[in-house]
């Protein structure tokens, strides 16, 4: 039924946007294998266009709305998002001269990717992968990237280990790294939803810190930073448990023996399956980084 829809959608679409656009559905793999079905309205003669996800318009239309509304609303959709993209989004220019300054590195849970990880560069770090991605845009909420395959890889004549060295160096350069307090996030959330806070945030009594960057956007990576954590244990004189909150950023806890790194554990499980989005999850692990190894461990 799935097919039927897509082609019945496909149809009139075409009819709608005239000979000057070409429809296709396109087939996504998200992070963590989340696979989705998406349907683009590509302008002839340009090389870009925003995917707009169908999967829940077929649910929709399963429960009885109608074609003609689904239609209608993917069009407008496309039409507003189309007139925000940068055309360099795909850029003409992959060449290893004009990529090198652009390749950063980014975290993933191994085991839910192992099969798209075959494709592709990586190294294997604690129970997740560092994969490799050329930054092509980058705006205040939003960044576009091509992640780097094995084909590039050969075209540009680079090791994995060269990949390594370019990214550890742009990366905390192009995002660099945000510790805040929980204190500080759940505050500015109140004031978000309210306005105003009728208290002093201080008073907040919490010992967590956010790790992630200053866009938010898969965060999560700052766990290579270079001396990172370690300079940040040694201002507070204590290891810390890391909970791995999503692949946009991760959650440190002062050690403490009374914490229970079994419960830890289950919270971080619990929270992922009710709360954290498939495609964003890190890990079911809690970490500890250890000051006198300088060492994250799981």
């Not at 799935?2 to 496909?10: K, N």
């Not at 090198?100 to 192992?114: C, G, P």
């Not at 094995?150 to 192009?174: F, G, H, I, R, Y």
């Amino acid at each position: 039924m799935f097919h039927s829809f897509c082609e019945e959608l496909i149809a009139q679409i075409t009819v709608l946007v005239g000979e000057d656009y070409d429809v296709r559905i396109r087939h996504v793999v998200k992070n963590n294998g989340v696979k989705l079905d998406g349907v683009v309205i590509l302008k002839k003669e340009e090389n870009t266009a925003p995917t707009i996800y169908i999967n829940e318009y077929f649910t929709q239309y399963q429960e009885g709305r109608s074609m003609n509304s689904i239609v209608k609303e993917i069009i407008q959709i496309t039409m507003e998002e189309g007139e925000k993209i940068i055309p360099s989004i795909v850029p003409e220019n992959l060449s290893f001269d004009y990529m090198k300054n652009k390749i950063i590195y980014r975290l993933v849970n191994y085991e839910k990717n192992k099969s798209e990880l075959e494709k592709v560069p990586h190294i294997r770090y604690l129970d997740l992968a560092i994969t490799f991605h050329c930054l092509v845009k980058w705006e205040k909420v939003e960044i576009g990237t091509i992640r780097v395959n094995k084909e590039m890889m050969n075209q540009w004549q680079v090791t994995t280990k060269d990949l390594w060295e370019l990214a550890k160096k742009n990366t905390p350069k192009l995002f660099p790294i945000q510790i805040r307090s929980m204190n500080e996030v759940i505050a500015d959330l109140l004031k978000q939803e309210v306005g105003s806070l009728p208290f002093d945030h201080e008073s907040l009594q919490s010992e967590m810190y956010v790790f992630t960057n200053k866009s938010g956007i898969n965060g999560a990576s700052v766990l290579l930073y270079e001396n990172a954590i370690s300079n940040f244990a040694s201002s507070n004189q204590t290891d810390f448990y890391i909970l791995p909150s999503s692949i946009h950023e991760v959650i440190l806890i002062p050690f403490q023996q009374n914490f229970s790194k079994k419960e830890l554990n289950e919270m971080v499980n619990d929270v992922n399956s009710t709360e954290v989005p498939t495609e964003d999850i890190l890990s079911n692990r809690v970490y500890i980084y250890h000051r006198n190894k300088n060492a994250i461990e799981m």
